[in-house]
């Protein structure tokens, strides 16, 4: 069975354990980014091969559950979805980070090497700007 939902999501279910690998194989050939959730039945070596190998499993070492990046112990569907708006939102917040403290970091060495601020200054506000990145990166733990 094959659906898609959505421009970039499609969704096979009701494959053979060689047809999963395959399909990873094919998505991967046509540059897409492939999350694999499977049910840790024969899904180990899809799961190994996707970018993000998600499995369904009422036990914490299996072959699938170590093929895999996520493991979600139990079978509640809309796991799969909240991960994925935890992952979006910890990518967007790191991003965040990085672009305002090199930006910051350039407008201080500008500000530095034109003789506005010197070096020990320059020092502290450094110290303070990365204490502040990882003040709002931690922002992703809520």
Known sequence: MISQIGEDVVIK???????KQEGVKELRRQGKIIAMVGDGINDAPALAIADVGLVFSNEERT?????????FLGGDFLLVHE??????RTVHIALQSILWGIGISIVGMILAALGYIPPILGAVIQEVLDVAVIINALRASR
């Open 13 to 19: 279910a009701e494959l053979k354990p060689e047809d």
């Open 63 to 71: 072959a699938a559950s170590e093929a895999a990046d996520i493991v």
């Open 83 to 88: 991960s994925l708006m935890i992952s979006k």
